[in-house]
């Protein structure tokens, strides 16, 4: 049995080293994008940040004809690294074309005699700092809690803290050894928390980008490269739901099914239903507690630390919580309650930049002139923030319909979510199974894209076109 300290070491080395390749690669795919016009750069931006909302599990099963018959645990945690550094470029980008340097300033130290690599190394790349640092500490965090992604990629061969966590409590019943991992996946969390707050991390705007003049060909490159990756995602997909089971009608129909042989508790459908539920309900909660976070003075990492809780951890928790709960308390809602615990940060980190960035001249005439809050909030901030909200709507919404760890606990029997379902047919022989999972998942796919290129237009600024 792998040691607790070796489980550390694995998942401290995927997390970071996901981490700083996902900052090293997307840092000038985001400066590219920069240097792009509105529209290009919004369908661009769209379709880089997509994998960051999909599932992780299902970025592994489309991955899964890539580690071949005999996968060991080198090359799974190679392969583990790969799926993270696709799944957070485009997001790294967002982040790196939201902060770049005003005109005035580029323009300034060229007349210096400022090479375009100088402005980049001396003057560009400490003022981003700040935002890197963010962007990489919730890249770490997430990749030290992706369950889904593991398990669908390491095969059993790849262990992490979060996969023994889940053997430990629900295969071998071992609950003291699920704890001490647990604490040791809270004291990684709490040493990446400390080196991002020491490296000066502070949340920025993942939507608004402003215009550069400062090429970037290796960003050009790069961004292609990511782009036929994505295609290959989506082709992988897409063709696997168009062909396998009769082709995709047949595949659709299925759906309102339970899989060959019966083999789901419900039909998928029905599995859709219960993610949307949690959805809205995950929603509710987060988005007004992170709007309340966002607006106070002092900005704080500490609303990022609960993305480095394990949802397996949570999981197991709220789970034997509703043991001493009546029956009445420990329904459905654990899983939007448990999924809002980590879904908090990633709203905080969108809402918190905008917030900051709005006049306080205006907010403080409103208030002096006997405006309430809420009169506030639905006269002024509402539509000045419109943007932002709905990204961050948005990410929680899709994060929450694809979330597989806590819901792998918590959601059993006709309560299963949309993932989870998903993961059992793909899982399962036959073709008609993984085609309804193929199906399902391109489906996701479609929303996913829509919504996010949706935001992408609506944050577009008017600047110039080329």
Known sequence: MTTSLELLATTAFIAVVSSAISLILGY??????????????????????????????????????????????????????????????????????SSQLPLEQV?????????????????????????????????????????????????????????????????????????????????????????AQRAGAKPTPVFGEVPSSLPSRLGAVLALLFVLAIGLIIWNIAGRALSLNGGLFENLASLGTKGAREILNLTVLEAGANSLRNMVVASLIVLPLAWIAAGRPRSSLLYVLPIGISP?????????????????????????????????????????????????EILEAAQMDGATKLRVFGSIEGPILARPLAAATAFVSLASLGEFGAASFLATGSGATLPLVIFRLASRPGEENLGMAMTAAMLFVLLALVVVLLISRESQTPDREH
Do not use: C
């Not at 799944?87 to 967002?94: C, D, T």
């Open 28 to 97: 000038p795919v985001g400066n590219f994008l920069a240097t792009l016009g509105a529209k290009s750069r919004g369908f661009l931006g769209a379709l880089l940040v997509l994998p960051f909302l999909l599932p992780p599990f299902l970025i592994g099963i489309t991955l899964l004809p890539l580690r071949g018959d005999d996968l060991d645990s080198n090359l799974g945690i190679l392969l583990i690294i790969s799926a993270h550094v696709v799944m957070n470029v485009g997001f790294v980008a967002r982040i790196v074309a």
């Open 107 to 195: 323009e300034a130290a060229r007349l210096d005699g400022a090479s375009n690599f100088l402005i980049r190394l001396r003057v560009s790349l400490p003022q981003q700092r700040a935002a890197l640092a963010a962007a990489g500490l919730l890249i770490a965090l997430y990749s030290a809690t992706s369950y889904g992604l593991v398990i669908s990629l390491g095969q059993g061969v790849v262990a992490t803290l979060e996969t023994e966590i889940a053997i430990s409590s629900l295969r071998d019943l071992d609950l003291s050894r699920s704890f001490v991992l647990a604490l040791l996946q809270t004291l990684l969390t709490l040493t990446l928390f400390v080196f």
């Open 312 to 360: 397996v951890v949570l999981g197991l928790g709220f789970l034997i919580l509703s043991g001493y709960l009546p029956r009445e308390l420990s329904g459905w809602w654990l899983v939007p309650l448990v999924q809002s615990i980590f879904l908090f940060p990633l709203a905080y980190q969108i809402i918190r930049p905008a917030r900051l960035g709005m006049s306080r």
